[in-house]
């Protein structure tokens, strides 16, 4: 059974940090579940925006860690307030956990306070999240880049695998992310500057926009291709395929590159409004 975490009214437990137990340092896919969150906004007419963020941990310009939450750039578009919730979790001592969601500032004054990609649906926002999920967050360096799938043969038939809250369900009542496997459905993958999108062969449902997409040793590749020296998340998805009001089952995924690039655009102290008007 699927669950709606914004309709569950727990009375809150004894809870401990999720880094009282953390994930493997080698297990992505559980470490993408820890850094992936709901996004959400209730709307006027009782309805609510939903997507999916995930964590990503590096310096600043200074030098000084940061906490990045990334998504696609219509989430936070679609959102019209000034607040959003981040559907944080917690643990209790017996190992259950609880949807445990805060409002969180994405703009100040109707300014937005996330950077985005001016060519692609990325968007990306410093937050300072509970110590567990900042400890949950995931690597930069694990950020794909213009060469990664050059070098690592990616092409149709390899599986990828995506977290998202298709039409805002999760996984339980805690607010996990919903995992979804599907095939790299179109070439070429690769240059990134010729083809900065690719497909993915699964169903897409609002929610899911904004999740990660990302490689682990336990997906499936094809025989003879080259072995990665470390998981790598490949793109953030974006939307579904749809033609006339149909729905295809695929995905649209924006490279991971664009996320680093975004990221550099926050490093440059680029005002998020001349970011946009770049498009």
């Known amino acids: 059974m699927l669950f709606d975490p914004a309709l569950i009214q727990d009375a809150p437990p004894v809870v401990r940090p ?55 750039r219509h989430v936070l578009d679609r959102m019209p307030a000034d607040q959003m919730r981040i559907g944080w979790r917690v643990a209790s001592p017996e190992g259950a956990w609880r949807f445990d969601p805060q409002m969180v500032d994405i703009r ?30 995931m690597p930069i360096g694990w950020l794909a880049d213009g060469a990664t799938f050059d070098r690592l043969g990616v092409g149709p038939g390899d599986e990828l695998y995506s977290l998202g809250f298709p039409q805002g369900l999760s996984a339980n009542r805690a607010g996990f992310p919903i995992l979804r496997v599907g095939k790299v459905a179109s ?18 449902f609002p929610g899911n926009s904004g999740g990660p997409v990302f490689w682990s040793p336990s997906a499936r590749r094809r025989p003879d291709s080259p072995t990665p020296e470390h998981p790598f998340i490949g793109g953030v998805l ?17 490279h991971a590159r664009f996320v680093r690039e975004t990221i550099a655009l926050l490093d440059a102290g680029q005002d998020p409004d001349d970011a946009g008007a770049a498009e």
Request: hydrophobic share 55%; proline share 10%; no cysteine.
């Open 18 to 72: 999720l880094d009282a137990a953390p994930a493997p340092a080698w297990d992505l896919t559980l470490g993408m579940i820890n850094a992936t969150v709901m996004l959400d906004q209730p709307l006027a007419d009782g309805a609510r925006t939903v997507g999916t963020g995930f964590l990503i941990a590096d310096q600043d310009a200074a030098g000084a860690p940061r906490i990045l939450l990334v998504t696609a």
């Open 108 to 137: 100040v004054e109707g300014r937005p306070l996330w950077v985005e990609h001016p060519l692609q649906d990325v968007a990306v926002m410093a937050i300072q999240p509970p110590p567990a999920f900042a400890a949950a967050a």
């Open 187 to 204: 070439w070429p993958v690769a240059p990134v500057d010729a083809y900065p999108t690719f497909l993915l062969d699964f169903a897409v």
């Open 238 to 254: 974006t939307q579904a395929v749809e033609v006339g009001g149909q729905t295809l089952g695929l995905a649209v995924v924006a």
